[in-house]
T-cell receptor, first 112, second 114 residues
Framework: DAGVTQSPTHLIKTRGQQVTLRCSPKSGHDTVSWYQQALGQGPQFIFQ???????QRGNFPDRFSGHQFPNYSSELNVNALLLGDSALYLCASSLAPNPTQYFGPGTRLTVL | KQEVTQIPAALSVPEGENLVLNCSFT??????LQWFRQDPGKGLTSLLL???SQREQTSGRLNASLDKSSGRSTLYIAASQPGDSATYLC?????????????WGLGTSLAVNP
C-alpha cells in the first residue's frame, strides 16, 4: 500500500521563475492538503483540495495555486518565485471526513 | 487568535530516561490534537491523534494526554532511545472557525544521547 508520494524531492529555481510540485495521496484517500515549512519553523497551511475543489486556504498570496485531478493527485504551483519561498513543501492526504493526515516526504525548494 | 506553543524548543537527555514534551493551546474549544515526528530534512510522521472527547492515547512507548481545561497536551516517551532523536511537533484543530486546518507548534528538537 503506497503512502503519500511527492515529486521532485529537491528543486532549485531562480527568482521570478515558476514551479510545479506534485503529490499522490495515500491509496484510498480523497483529500490533499499542502503545507510550507521554512527552516526551523512549523508547517504553515497553504490550502486543501477535495473533490477537485479548493476547500480552504491559508494566508498565502495568489501566487500560490493548486489543482486536484480526478484520481485525487494534486499539484501546487508557485509563480514569480521569491527568495522567501525557499522551504520544504509538504503534502498530506486524508479520507474525508476523518481528519487524520498522512504526510509525504516533502519537496525541498531552493530559490536563488 | 488560536495558537499552539511548544516548550522547550530543544531537549537533550541520556538514553533510557523517561521524558515529557509539552504543548499548550489558547482555545479550549479544541476538536482534536495530533503529535508528529519529523527527522531532519524529512516529512512528518503522525504519532498519536487525540480527539477532544479523549484524555489520552498510547502507542508503544509513547503516551499523549489532553487537558482541555488547562489548554495542555503532553507527549510522554518512556525509556528513550537514540533513535527517538527528532523534532516533535504538535498540531491542533479547533471547533471555532474551520476545523479542517491544523494550527502548528514550532516543535521540540529532541536529542537522546547514547
Amino acid at each position: 500500500d503506497a503512502g503519500v508520494t511527492q515529486s521532485p524531492t529537491h528543486l532549485i529555481k531562480t527568482r521570478g521563475q515558476q514551479v510545479t510540485l506534485r503529490c499522490s495521496p495515500k491509496s484510498g484517500h480523497d483529500t490533499v492538503s499542502w503545507y510550507q515549512q521554512a527552516l526551523g519553523q512549523g508547517p504553515q497551511f497553504i490550502f486543501q483540495y477535495y473533490e477537485e475543489e479548493e476547500r480552504q486556504r491559508g494566508n498565502f498570496p495568489d501566487r500560490f495555486s493548486g489543482h486536484q485531478f480526478p484520481n485525487y493527485s494534486s499539484e501546487l504551483n508557485v509563480n514569480a518565485l521569491l527568495l522567501g519561498d525557499s522551504a520544504l513543501y509538504l503534502c498530506a492526504s486524508s479520507l474525508a471526513p476523518n481528519p487524520t493526515q498522512y504526510f509525504g516526504p516533502g519537496t525541498r525548494l531552493t530559490v536563488l | 487568535k488560536q495558537e499552539v506553543t511548544q516548550i522547550p524548543a530543544a531537549l537533550s537527555v541520556p538514553e533510557g530516561e523517561n521524558l515529557v514534551l509539552n504543548c499548550s493551546f489558547t482555545d479550549s474549544a479544541i476538536y482534536n490534537l495530533q503529535w508528529f515526528r519529523q527527522d531532519p530534512g524529512k516529512g512528518l510522521t503522525s504519532l498519536l491523534l487525540i480527539q477532544s472527547s479523549q484524555r489520552e492515547q498510547t502507542s508503544g512507548r509513547l503516551n499523549a494526554s489532553l487537558d482541555k481545561s488547562s489548554g495542555r497536551s503532553t507527549l510522554y516517551i518512556a525509556a528513550s532511545q537514540p533513535g527517538d532523536s527528532a523534532t516533535y511537533l504538535c498540531a491542533a484543530r479547533f471547533r471555532a472557525g474551520n476545523n479542517r486546518k491544523l494550527i502548528w507548534g514550532l516543535g521540540t528538537s529532541l536529542a537522546v544521547n547514547p
